[in-house]
């Protein structure tokens, strides 16, 4: 070969490293960084879940699911933009730089689950750092802090972060992180991102504030515009929809921050899979209409529980104790609500009885879920602790879904009247605490008079 001669196909290599395929076709992006090619949004927040840039060389309307492990090199020493997908993937990085964009982050980083982006985060914790957080926290991050403080020596403090000032006076500056659910899981509590997140680096700078934003999904509150450094949540829930996918979503603004981040992805291999990134770029599209529809349901059944004398906690209620530091930081109330009836026995037989609604942890999907969090979601925190930070053993949750409104509260009527759950009277029902229940025909007797 004349080496003086230019080789064209050597020239479209070189620039298949960079930019385009052997054909001149754009490449999909870089997985050097996530970050959304435009920056910040350009459109309202429910077109641009829908919206996603496009580069494919065939014009797919769908994102590709590049279903490979490895990635030729275009030389002996590599330089591809991909080598392999645990690093790396395509499908990844489209479902990452569209989850930067609508969050407002630098950088998005996905990961194979919710826990799984939480491990991420905590990574940074060196023994004897200390970590402050909330007394109502689910219950595998609980589980996971325990873990950190027996093995590693973090330091971890339990607070009712609802209180700010009994916030700060457990931040000091040795604290590394405080970490935040808004509202929380199950009890639905409200917590003041902003106030806790500029205390905290008042304090000290390097605080990081993390929120776990999973109960609202970025589209109802974006934690990183109130003052926090990182926003991340489980992916499988709202952002998703129809839980057929496990996924965890981090968020940040600090580039170096993220960097780090995906380091510990690279070497611990956790990133999200090429077929679940596309089923999770696939369930954003239609979270905007999912949410308006599982908002409406769960105003509704908010209200009738409300109304027969249930104590219900949901921020969609005026008589929600933190109901206007809601709405002074998020645009709407969410799909998940809990109640008490304060009766252990009767709750339980209240969630044996329903029909529509399916008996299940997590919440964020198209259909209507109901479970005691102390039996299920929360059991692992052990009861003591449990009665200790106020979470009651009768608390029902419920996560609505998009069916039929008035199916769930007929489904939910008739479970309430069977269970014993109320008084009924020609005037109607009302909350009681527990009598001996009907049985299944009584209970659709007097639902039907």
């Known amino acids: 070969m004349n080496p003086n001669k230019p080789n064209r196909a050597m020239d479209k290599?070189?620039?298949?490293?960079?930019?385009?395929?052997?054909?001149?076709?754009?490449?999909?992006?870089?997985?050097?960084?996530?970050?959304?090619?435009?920056?910040?949004?350009?459109?309202?927040?429910?077109?641009?879940?829908?919206y996603t840039e496009g580069h494919d060389q065939y014009g797919a309307s769908s994102t590709p699911i590049y279903q490979s492990a490895t990635f030729y090199q275009p030389t002996a020493t590599g330089n591809g933009e991909y080598d392999y997908t645990r690093s790396g993937n395509p499908t990844r990085t489209h479902l990452e730089r569209h989850l930067a964009k609508i969050m407002s982050a630098s950088r998005c980083l996905a990961v194979t689950s919710g826990m799984g982006a939480l491990d991420v985060i905590t990574r940074i914790f060196r023994p004897g750092d200390e970590v402050v957080t909330g007394n109502d926290l689910y219950g595998g991050t609980n589980r996971l802090l325990k873990f950190l403080s027996t093995h590693h020596q973090v330091v971890v403090h339990h607070v009712d972060t609802t209180d700010v000032e009994a916030v700060n006076k457990v931040l000091s500056p040795k604290s590394a992180m405080v970490l935040l659910e808004s509202p929380t899981n199950p009890l639905i509590n409200v917590v003041d991102i902003a106030a806790i997140s500029t205390h905290a680096h008042d304090l000290n700078a390097k605080c990081i504030v993390a929120v776990d934003n999973t109960m609202l999904s970025p589209l109802?509150?974006?934690?990183?515009?109130?003052?926090?450094?990182?926003?991340?949540?489980?992916?499988?829930?709202?952002?998703?929809?129809?839980?057929?996918?496990?996924?965890?979503?981090?968020?940040v603004q600090?580039?170096?921050?993220?960097?780090?981040?995906?380091?510990?992805?690279?070497?611990?291999?956790?990133?999200?899979?090429?077929?679940?990134?596309?089923?999770?770029?696939?369930?954003?599209?239609?979270?905007?209409?999912?949410?308006?529809?599982?908002?409406?349901?769960?105003?509704?059944?908010?209200?009738?529980l409300e109304s027969h004398g249930f104590r219900v906690r949901y921020p969609g209620l005026k008589s929600h104790p933190q109901y206007d530091l809601h709405w002074k930081q998020a645009s709407g109330a969410g799909a998940v609500l809990s109640f008490r009836t304060g009766d252990t026995g009767v709750s339980e037989r209240i969630v044996g009885s329903v029909r529509i609604w399916a008996i299940s942890v997590s919440f964020g999907c198209v259909?209507?879920?109901?479970?005691?969090?102390?039996?299920?979601?929360?059991?692992?925190?052990?009861?003591?602790?449990?009665?200790?930070?106020?979470?009651?053993?009768?608390?029902?949750?419920?996560?609505?879904?998009?069916?039929?409104?008035?199916?769930?509260?007929?489904?939910?009527?008739?479970?309430?009247?069977?269970?014993?759950?109320?008084?009924?009277?020609?005037?109607?029902?009302?909350?009681?605490?527990?009598?001996?229940?009907?049985?299944?025909?009584?209970?659709?007797?007097?639902?039907?008079?």
């Open 13 to 50: 290599l070189g620039k298949a490293v960079q930019q385009a395929d052997l054909n001149g076709n754009d490449l999909p992006p870089s997985p050097a960084s996530s970050s959304p090619r435009n920056g910040r949004r350009k459109y309202a927040l429910a077109t641009e879940l829908v």
């Open 220 to 251: 109802l509150q974006n934690p990183l515009e109130l003052g926090a450094d990182v926003s991340y949540e489980s992916g499988t829930k709202y952002l998703s929809g129809h839980h057929d996918v496990m996924a965890g979503v981090i968020a």
């Open 254 to 304: 600090d580039p170096d921050l993220g960097q780090k981040f995906f380091e510990w992805i690279n070497a611990t291999g956790c990133g999200l899979s090429p077929q679940d990134s596309w089923l999770l770029l696939r369930g954003i599209k239609t979270l905007a209409v999912r949410m308006e529809k599982q908002q409406a349901n769960t105003q509704r059944i908010a209200e009738f």
């Open 367 to 449: 259909n209507s879920l109901i479970s005691m969090p102390c039996r299920m979601s929360h059991a692992s925190i052990d009861e003591t602790t449990r009665k200790e930070r106020g979470l009651a053993e009768d608390v029902i949750r419920l996560c609505v879904g998009i069916e039929d409104v008035d199916d769930l509260i007929d489904d939910l009527r008739r479970a309430l009247v069977q269970a014993g759950a109320v008084n009924v009277s020609l005037e109607g029902i009302h909350a009681t605490n527990g009598e001996q229940p009907l049985d299944a025909q009584d209970a659709e007797d007097l639902q039907a008079t």
